[in-house]
């Protein structure tokens, strides 16, 4: 007995063994394709990429040149699909996120080209958790200027919103403040702004700072990327615009570079001009994947993967990845619930049925042809026909009702008898066998009984299927079915009562 | 709410603590581990199961004839010359499905326990069913069996509205530890199912006297049609029949198995069919929990006894 209790545990042992490692390879499977093929959690067939290519110009003086330019970083929002660098003659390397070129000494006017394919991650947008950044330095105010910053301050508060926002609506003012005016610098520009801003808010110790990005928007060209002020508040950076103290990151805005750097440092040449342009492309998000599974030097995989395969094969998979989970669902109804249903794998072929018709429609299409077919296989019962041909001729018989159901619901534009093709034929002819061999040897009540069953099993079934999301899920993380198998492996080892037996086995306890 | 539940289910604790066994539990740690596969054709198709009763002494209801193919129907009639009264099963039939019993015939026809006439094309009819797979367990194509009519005891007569009970037993390695009755009622529609309203009635291993007596899960004292006492229910010839359950085991080598077995006045009990795959209605009729039952038998029942002894060791106890 001790070895028998011994075999059961390392059944059950190995099988939750084989669990777990499915779970992990899933959920890594799983990390690996929303982060480097671009798959969401959410079914979403299309994707936003931006392509954005920065021209740089300027005048070569004849000295070595170094060019110095700030790049996007991939985030959560915005991934960097490709990127590519058009500059004959110089050599380029990436530090800390800033693109490097370097040459020998050249003449005259320069150009060169950085173009990066952004993929717009919509569903991962938010406001990210930062480390607390040190306190900043107060900025070295004379009396004057102390005094003007004090009232500029007094003066923001009775501006809605954060402090930044309060600053910023001020400075925003139409007609500005003369206090605000005074404290300007002559020439009001963006980043003049900008920075006057960041001192104020320095000076009651409130970590900023700028941040670059363009406004992704289509066919946009642009001199000079858009600015925004980025404060340290509530222990998070928020970002702002300077133009109306919105905190947040505009829709389609990707920052290129944060903090005090510059966008572009320039050696060996001088009137050095960056110009954006952008240009939005729309795309499936699984044709996307290719793209990413090449940059992420997995095209090899990615091409024995089932995303690769032409769209109506992936279509008819998709449909077939569906399976597990309904199967998973009709071992628990029957081994841990314990409804007998007609056939084991009826009920689930009746919800796939029921996707596909929709549920009301369906349910009234399956019982019109369950009563007909009923009527029918009754009167065969009296001719006493032999096993396979009277099932044949209940199968061509619920093809006619079918067949009618069809024409009938498309002369009425009716989806009850229009849905009516979607339902197995043989499977529907064998419910009617059964429930008509039921009805006679243990009455109607019992044949009655397992129909519903039936129905229930199929209904709790099509709850879970019908549900798009987790249709989609199943197909793009279709590891998860390897973690199904398991776990009903595991629930072959299940040797607890069965819900139905608690109920059965009431009399026997007091 | 609570209280509605514990009304009409039971926790899974308490069942364990009867010793009550579930489906899942009889499926995996029973009959996966005692009753191998190959074995299962043994009892599933009855001809196998008369020759190798045969073989080991237990008596069953003599083999008329068999009909396999469709052609071979035509010889039906010389098959039953001599025979006035016979039953016509199917070889993989369960639950009594396309049982078919002919108490007399002649040359207009034959008539059926119930008075009913049966023209030699119905009978004709049911054996083409029966070959077609009509009754058979997977429907695959079936044999159809006929065999002499058992000669019922009439010491059931008042216990069943219609039909004749058997004893079932339940047999655990060799060991017959639980036995029932299920006897008809109207409202069962003469059938011994007893989800279908049959009475169970729980029959003590030792004796063979009635334990409890169940219909529809409710305890009651008396039959509901024929308002016979249930309580009064001694099987005669208990020795025999749990003999038969504990030679099924050498039989067939199923460590669980469900053995059907009649009275017949001038033979004694007679084996009906064997089943390898038994139900657990047993434990209702009973009121007893079997799971409890089998690991006592695991743990104290002793092991390498021939089947009287073992049948002994359930009469006299553990008396060695």
Known sequence: MLYRLKRLVTIRFILTIFLLISLGYAGYSMYYKINYWGFSLAPKTRANVWTVEADVSFEADGNPIKISLATPKSSNEYKVLDQDIVAPGYQSSLEDGRLILTSAPREGIQNVYYRILLFDNEGAKGKVEAPTPPAPEAPFFDEKQKAVADEILFLAQ???????????????????????????????????????????????????????????AENKQSFEPDLMLEAYIDGRWKLYDLSTGQIGLPKDFIIIQRGGNSLLDLEGGSGSVVKFSVLKSVTTSFSLAGKRAKLANEKDVFDSSIYNLPVDQQNSLKWLMIFPLAILIIAVIRNFIGLSTMGTFTPMLLAMALVKTGLIPGIICFAIIMTVGLLIRALFTRLNLLLVPRISAVVICVILIIQFM???????????????????????????????????????????????????????????????????????FNELNLVILFLVMLLGTYTGYRLTELKRFRPLVK | ????????????????????????????????????????????????????????????????????????????????????????????????????????????????PSGRRLAYKDIYQHISNTLSGLYSLGGQYDTAVIEEMVNFSH???????????DVRLIVYKGYPVMAMTRLATAASGGRANLHQGAVGVGLDIKTGKTLKAVMRNKPITHHPDTGADLSKIEVPFWREHLLI??????????????????????????????????????????????????KRVDKYYPKKLSPEERVDFILNGRKK
């Open chain 1, 158 to 216: 009775k501006q809605p919103g954060d402090l930044p926002q309060q600053i910023i609506r001020l400075f925003n003012q139409i007609p500005p403040e003369p206090t605000v005016v005074a404290f300007m610098p002559l020439k009001k520009t963006p980043k003049a702004t900008a920075e006057i801003i960041s001192s104020l808010l320095a000076y009651k110790k409130v970590p900023s700072r700028l941040a670059r990005g363009i406004k992704l």
């Open chain 1, 406 to 476: 069809t024409v009938f619901g498309y002369r009425f534009s009716s989806s009850i008898g229009s849905s009516a093709a979607f339902f197995p034929i043989i499977i529907m002819a064998w419910i009617i066998e059964r429930a008509s061999i039921t009805w006679e040897e243990e009455g109607a009540f019992n044949s009655c009984r397992q129909i519903i069953f039936s129905v229930i099993a199929a209904l709790a079934t099509y709850a879970v299927i019908c549900n798009e999301t987790i249709r989609y899920i199943m197909f793009a």
């Open chain 2, 1 to 112: 709410m609570f209280k509605w539940l514990s009304k009409y289910f039971a926790s899974p604790a308490k069942l364990r603590e009867a010793g009550i066994m579930g489906m899942n539990n009889r499926n995996f740690k029973i009959i996966s581990k005692f009753n191998r596969r190959r074995l299962f054709p043994l009892v599933d198709d009855k001809v196998q199961t008369k020759n190798l009763a045969q073989k080991f002494g237990i008596t069953t209801p003599r083999l008329i004839g068999k009909i396999e193919f469709q052609h071979e129907a035509a010889n039906f009639e010389n098959i039953i010359k001599g025979w006035n009264s016979f039953v016509i099963k199917p070889a993989h039939g369960s639950g009594g499905k396309g049982v078919l019993v002919i108490t007399a015939h002649d040359e207009t026809g034959f008539t059926t």
């Open chain 2, 155 to 165: 010491i059931f007569d008042d216990y069943s509205y219609q039909g004749i009970p």
């Open chain 2, 245 to 294: 359950g504990a030679k099924a085991y050498e039989m067939t080598g199923l460590g669980y198995l469900g053995a059907d077995i009649v009275l017949d006045a001038n033979k004694g009990p007679m084996m009906l069919e064997l089943n390898a795959r038994p139900g657990l209605a047993v434990q209702i009729a009973n009121g007893l929990g079997l799971y409890k039952v089998l």
